[in-house]
C-alpha cells in the first residue's frame, strides 16, 4: 500500500478550511474511488484527473486509487481540489517527491489535456492557507496576479500538470512557456467608468453636491428624490469619486469578494489587482434577492451588495423594487454582513456599503410643484412612498429633493464659467473630515458619525446647549422624531468635521436641519 498526502482550500464564504487529500494505492483491481463528501462536480474530478495525468506524460497506477477528502463534514465544491487530487496520486505512485507536495497548498482546475485552468476564490484560499501555517503555494498562472496579493506566501503559477509534476521532482520533460500568459484584458465598464468620472462634469446642483460631500465625509446613506432627469444617477455615481482610497485591510477584503464572484480583479491597470477605489453598484430595479444578497445553486456566491463592500451601492428607482429585495437589505445594513445558511454550513460575506436610494417624488414622476402636471391619484402617490418607508428609510440621514437644472440656469453657468470642485479635491477635504471623526471616535467600534448610535451621541456627543436649544425644542415639542433628532446630531458633527471644527456650531446644526430633510421626502414644496 502506498499513501502520500496533498492540501487544497475549500470556501464557505470567504472563510476557507484546510482540506487534506490524502491517495492510497492499494493492489486491488484497478478502480479509482473519491470518497470525503464530493459534490457531483467534484466527482467529474475523477475523470479530468485521469486524463490529466496520462496526457501529461504520466501514468495513472494500475492499481485500486483511493482519494478521501478530509475533514468529511466540510462541503467541497468546484474544480479547484483536481490538481491536488492529481498530485497526492502522482506522490502516493512514487513519481514525484511526496514531501514536497505535502508543504504546499494546491490550487486549480485541470483540463483533459493537462492544462491548469483558472478558479474563482485564489485569493481569500490563499489567506486561509497562509492562516493554516503554509507558506508556498502552487496555483493557476492565470490567477498568479491575484495570487500575489496574499502576503506570507510564496506563490507559484503553473500552466500544465506535467510542469507541476517535474516542480516536485519528476524525470518530465516539460517546457514553461516562455511568455507568461497573464491575459490582460480590457478594464470593465465600472472601471472605466470610474477612472472617466469626475463630479466636476455636473454643472451647477451646488447643495446636492455639498450634501454628497457630507454624505461621503460622515459615511450617511442617502435619499434623493427628483422628477426623471434631474441629475440623481449622474450625482450618486460620483459619490464613491469622492471617497478615500480603501485601507488595506479593506482592500484585501473587497478583493477576496470579487474573486470568490470570478470577476477579474481589474480596476485602472489591467491585470488583477488589489481593489483599492470603493467599488460602485448599482443593482437594476428587476434584481432578484439572490442578486442582491448572495447564493444561489451550488457554493454561495456574493451578491452585488457584497460587490459594493466599502463602496455605494445605488438603488435607482428605489419604489420600483420588489419587497422582499428591499427587506433583504435590512440586515446587511445593521451588521455589514450577508449570512447564508447552507446544510453544509454558514456563508458569510462582509457588506459594508453606504446606501444611496433615488426615487421619483410620485409613479408618474412629475409631482414635483413645478410645471408639468402629475396624473397620479393620491393612493398611488402613498403606496409609491410607503414602498420607501420604515427600516430602510429609517437608517437613511440625509434626504434630498434635487431639482434639475433649467437650461436659463444652465446658460447662465457657462457663460459666468462656474465649475464645480474636482472628485480630487473633494476627496481631500472628506479624507481630512473622516480623519477627524476617527480619530474623535477612537477607542470606540466606529470611525465615522454615520455608524455612531443614537445613544452614544446622545451621551458623549451632545451639541453644546446653546447651540442645540432649538432642536432640543423641537424633540420636546414632538415636531421632530428622536430618530430625526439624532440624525441632525449626527450630520452636524460631519459638517464640523468637514469645516475643521472642534464641536458643532448653529450653522453646522441649521445645516444639518436641512440635510435630514422632510419625513415625508416625497412631497415636494413641504421640505
Ligand atoms: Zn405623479
Same mark, same amino acid.
Not at 450630520?491 to 460631519?494: E, K
Given at each position: 500500500?502506498?499513501?502520500?498526502?496533498?492540501?487544497?482550500?475549500?470556501l464557505?464564504?470567504?472563510?476557507?478550511?484546510?482540506?487534506?487529500?490524502?491517495?492510497?494505492?492499494?493492489?486491488?483491481l484497478?478502480?479509482?474511488?473519491?470518497?470525503g463528501?464530493?459534490?457531483?462536480?467534484?466527482?467529474?474530478?475523477?475523470?479530468?484527473v485521469?486524463?490529466?495525468?496520462?496526457?501529461?506524460?504520466?501514468?495513472?497506477?494500475?492499481?485500486r486509487?483511493?482519494?478521501?477528502?478530509?475533514?468529511?463534514?466540510?462541503?467541497?465544491?468546484?474544480?479547484?481540489?483536481?490538481?491536488?487530487?492529481a498530485?497526492?496520486?502522482?506522490?502516493?505512485?512514487?513519481?514525484?517527491?511526496?514531501?514536497?507536495?505535502?508543504?504546499?497548498?494546491?490550487?486549480?482546475?485541470?483540463g483533459?489535456?493537462?492544462?491548469?485552468?483558472?478558479?474563482?476564490?485564489?485569493?481569500?484560499?490563499?489567506?486561509?492557507?497562509?492562516?493554516?501555517?503554509f507558506?508556498?503555494a502552487?496555483?493557476?498562472?492565470?490567477?498568479?496576479?491575484?495570487?500575489?496579493?496574499?502576503?506570507?506566501?510564496?506563490?507559484?503559477?503553473?500552466?500544465?500538470?506535467?510542469?507541476?509534476?517535474?516542480?516536485?521532482?519528476?524525470?518530465?520533460?516539460?517546457?514553461?512557456?516562455?511568455?507568461?500568459?497573464?491575459?490582460?484584458?480590457?478594464?470593465?465598464?465600472?472601471?472605466?467608468?470610474?477612472?472617466s468620472i469626475?463630479?466636476?462634469?455636473?454643472?451647477?446642483?451646488?447643495?446636492?453636491?455639498?450634501?454628497?460631500?457630507?454624505?461621503?465625509?460622515?459615511?450617511?446613506?442617502?435619499?434623493?428624490?427628483?422628477?426623471?432627469?434631474?441629475?440623481?444617477?449622474?450625482?450618486?455615481?460620483?459619490?464613491?469619486?469622492?471617497?478615500?482610497?480603501?485601507?488595506?485591510?479593506?482592500?484585501i477584503?473587497t478583493?477576496?469578494?470579487?474573486?470568490?464572484?470570478?470577476?477579474?480583479?481589474?480596476?485602472?491597470?489591467?491585470?488583477?489587482?488589489?481593489?483599492?477605489?470603493?467599488?460602485?453598484?448599482?443593482p437594476?430595479?428587476?434584481?432578484?434577492?439572490?442578486?442582491?444578497?448572495?447564493?444561489?445553486?451550488?457554493?454561495?456566491?456574493?451578491g452585488?451588495?457584497?460587490?459594493?463592500?466599502?463602496?455605494?451601492?445605488?438603488?435607482?428607482?428605489?419604489?420600483?423594487?420588489?419587497?422582499?429585495?428591499?427587506?433583504?437589505?435590512?440586515?446587511?445594513?445593521?451588521?455589514g454582513?450577508?449570512?447564508?445558511?447552507?446544510?453544509?454550513?454558514?456563508?458569510?460575506?462582509?457588506?459594508?456599503?453606504?446606501?444611496?436610494? *433615488?426615487?421619483? =417624488?410620485?409613479p408618474?414622476?412629475?409631482?414635483?410643484? #413645478?410645471?408639468?402636471?402629475? !396624473?397620479?391619484? $393620491?393612493? /398611488? +402617490?402613498?403606496?409609491?412612498?410607503?414602498k420607501?418607508?420604515?427600516?430602510?428609510?429609517?437608517?437613511?440621514?440625509?434626504?434630498?429633493?434635487?431639482?434639475?437644472?433649467?437650461?436659463?440656469?444652465?446658460?447662465?453657468?457657462?457663460?459666468?464659467?462656474h465649475?464645480?470642485?474636482?472628485?480630487?479635491?473633494?476627496?481631500?477635504?472628506?479624507?481630512?473630515?473622516?480623519?477627524?471623526?476617527?480619530?474623535?471616535?477612537?477607542?470606540?467600534?466606529?470611525?465615522?458619525? *454615520?455608524?455612531? =448610535?443614537?445613544a452614544?451621541?446622545?451621551?458623549?456627543? #451632545?451639541?453644546?446647549?446653546? !447651540?442645540?436649544? $432649538?432642536? /432640543? +425644542?423641537?424633540?420636546?415639542?414632538?415636531?421632530?422624531?428622536?430618530?430625526?433628532?439624532?440624525?441632525?446630531?449626527r450630520?452636524?458633527?460631519?459638517n464640523?468635521?468637514?469645516?475643521?471644527?472642534?464641536?458643532?456650531?448653529?450653522?453646522?446644526?441649521?445645516?444639518?436641519?436641512?440635510?435630514?430633510?422632510?419625513?415625508?421626502?416625497?412631497?415636494?414644496g413641504h421640505a
Open positions: 500500500m502506498q499513501l502520500a498526502k496533498s492540501y487544497a482550500i475549500s464557505m464564504g470567504l472563510a476557507g478550511t484546510l482540506i487534506e487529500v490524502e491517495a492510497e494505492i492499494s493492489s486491488n484497478p478502480n479509482f474511488v473519491l470518497v463528501l464530493p459534490d457531483a462536480s467534484l466527482s467529474e474530478a475523477k475523470d479530468r485521469r486524463a490529466a495525468i496520462h496526457n501529461s506524460g504520466l501514468e495513472m497506477p494500475a492499481r486509487v483511493t482519494i478521501n477528502l478530509s475533514p468529511a463534514s466540510v462541503p467541497k465544491q468546484g474544480a479547484s481540489f483536481d490538481l491536488s487530487i498530485v497526492a496520486i502522482l506522490a502516493a505512485n512514487g513519481v514525484v517527491q511526496s514531501e514536497a507536495v505535502a508543504s504546499a497548498i494546491h490550487i486549480g482546475e485541470l483533459l489535456d493537462g492544462s491548469i485552468r483558472r478558479v474563482a476564490g485564489v485569493l481569500p484560499s490563499l489567506i486561509s492557507a497562509v492562516n493554516a501555517g507558506k508556498r502552487i496555483v493557476p498562472m492565470a490567477n498568479l496576479e491575484e495570487a500575489r496579493l496574499a502576503q506570507g506566501i510564496e506563490v507559484v503559477g503553473a500552466v500544465h500538470l506535467a510542469q507541476v509534476a517535474k516542480i516536485h521532482g519528476a524525470e518530465i520533460e516539460f517546457e514553461p512557456p516562455s511568455v507568461e500568459p497573464i491575459i490582460r484584458v480590457e478594464s470593465p465598464r465600472a472601471a472605466q467608468e470610474f477612472n469626475d463630479i466636476a462634469d455636473v454643472i451647477g446642483q451646488v447643495e446636492a453636491i455639498s450634501a454628497l460631500t457630507v454624505a461621503a465625509a460622515g459615511g450617511h446613506h442617502l435619499l434623493m428624490v427628483g422628477a426623471p432627469g434631474a441629475g440623481k444617477t449622474m450625482l450618486a455615481e460620483r459619490l464613491a469619486t469622492l471617497l478615500p482610497d480603501l485601507a488595506h485591510a479593506c482592500a477584503e478583493t477576496a469578494v470579487y474573486s470568490i464572484a470570478g470577476h477579474r480583479l481589474v480596476q485602472n491597470t489591467g491585470v488583477d489587482s488589489l481593489i483599492v477605489r470603493p467599488p460602485f453598484q448599482a437594476h430595479h428587476t434584481s432578484s434577492v439572490t442578486a442582491l444578497v448572495g447564493g444561489g445553486m451550488g457554493s454561495p456566491r456574493p452585488l451588495i457584497s460587490l459594493a463592500n466599502h463602496g455605494v451601492l445605488f438603488l435607482d428607482e428605489a419604489p420600483e423594487f420588489q419587497l422582499p429585495a428591499l427587506e433583504s437589505l435590512r440586515q446587511p445594513l445593521e451588521s454582513e450577508v449570512v447564508i445558511n447552507r446544510s453544509g454550513g454558514t456563508a458569510r460575506f462582509p457588506a459594508h456599503f453606504q446606501l444611496v436610494l *433615488a426615487a421619483n =417624488p410620485c408618474c414622476g412629475n409631482n414635483t410643484g #413645478k410645471g408639468k402636471r402629475c !396624473v397620479c391619484t $393620491q393612493g /398611488q +402617490k402613498l403606496r409609491y412612498a410607503a420607501l418607508s420604515g427600516p430602510l428609510l429609517d437608517r437613511v440621514d440625509i434626504r434630498l429633493q434635487i431639482q434639475p437644472v433649467s437650461k436659463t440656469q444652465l446658460a447662465m453657468l457657462k457663460a459666468e464659467g465649475s464645480n470642485k474636482s472628485s480630487k479635491q473633494l476627496r481631500e477635504i472628506v479624507t481630512e473630515a473622516r480623519a477627524r471623526a476617527a480619530a474623535r471616535l477612537a477607542g470606540t467600534p466606529w470611525s465615522i458619525n *454615520a455608524q455612531v =448610535p443614537g452614544y451621541l446622545r451621551k458623549h456627543l #451632545k451639541i453644546d446647549d446653546g !447651540v442645540g436649544q $432649538q432642536l /432640543q +425644542k423641537a424633540l420636546e415639542k414632538g415636531s421632530i422624531s428622536m430618530r430625526g433628532f439624532d440624525r441632525c446630531v450630520l452636524a458633527w460631519t464640523a468635521d468637514l469645516a475643521g471644527r472642534d464641536k458643532p456650531n448653529e450653522e453646522d446644526l441649521a445645516e444639518a436641519i436641512l440635510l435630514r430633510g422632510s419625513e415625508n421626502p416625497m412631497e415636494f
